[in-house]
């Protein structure tokens, strides 16, 4: 099973330039999220999607904009990159939104931006 | 909103000895709460949580972690570490914000683990 599929693995961006990262996830879950993982700072929401057709603010959103694309697919996008935005990209699934729901990660972008 | 406080970014052990990761939650209302397990240059894997019910909680690789309303923590342990369980760890709390659940990590700890 190829769960949740990150692409692409490894990234580097000069200032100004913009980017998608895709993710794709095969377990036909509704909910969905892109985390950042920094240094001392653990993993921090960005964005997430509830389900098909919404998307919402995470604790960081700013720089950031995402798609829904449809139910598997859930893209993350750099308008004008900076290097504040080095860091690892993780996108996760969940089956649903509810209190006690595990999520499944991908293996994660690592992004530079000279 | 709720938080977890990991406390120690690294951790130390050699094989064989005592792992005690240690977490700490801040919650307003009954916490749901998870251990995720990251090897290097992969995401994250659920090793175990506690939702409701038995408060020691059994996860994959010999891990178990006990909730103590309390002390207001969510330790993780394992008797004997193998060179394997080498990760970084990462507790985290449930946040239910407008209807839906959002997962916050604490910041994490590494454990090394010597022959």
């Known amino acids: 099973n190829a769960g949740v599929t990150q692409t692409p693995k490894f990234q580097v961006l000069k200032t100004g330039q913009s980017m998608t990262l895709q993710c794709a996830q095969d377990?036909?879950?509704?909910?969905m999220y892109w985390y950042r993982q920094d240094p001392g700072m653990g993993l921090r929401l960005i964005y997430y999607?509830?389900?098909?057709?919404?998307?919402d603010k995470g604790e960081v959103p700013n720089g950031y904009n995402v798609s829904r694309l449809n139910k598997r697919e859930f893209s993350l996008r750099l308008e004008s990159a900076a290097p504040s935005q080095t860091s690892v990209y993780f996108c996760?699934?969940?089956?649903?939104?509810?209190?006690?729901?595990?999520?499944?990660f991908g293996q994660g972008t690592r992004l530079t931006v000279v | 909103a709720q938080s977890v406080t990991q406390l120690g970014s690294h951790v130390s052990v050699s094989e064989g000895a005592l792992v005690l990761l240690r977490c700490n939650y801040s919650?307003?209302?009954?916490?749901?709460l998870f251990w995720y397990v990251q090897y290097p240059n992969q995401g994250l894997q659920l090793l175990l949580k506690?939702?409701?019910?038995?408060?020691l909680v059994k996860g994959i690789n010999g891990f178990e972690a006990e909730f103590k309303k309390s002390e207001t923590s969510f330790h993780l342990t394992k008797p004997s570490a193998h060179m394997s369980d080498a990760a970084e760890y990462f507790c985290?709390?449930?946040?239910?914000?407008?209807?839906?659940?959002?997962?916050?990590f604490g910041t994490g700890t590494r454990l090394l683990v010597s022959p």
């Open positions: 985290a709390v449930s946040d239910w914000v407008t209807g839906f659940q959002k997962l916050v």
């Open positions: 999607s509830a389900s098909e057709g919404t998307t």
């Open positions: 996760a699934s969940s089956v649903t939104g509810t209190l006690g729901t595990e999520a499944f």
């Open positions: 919650s307003s209302v009954p916490p749901y």
């Open positions: 377990m036909n879950h509704n909910s």
């Open positions: 506690y939702t409701t019910g038995a408060t």
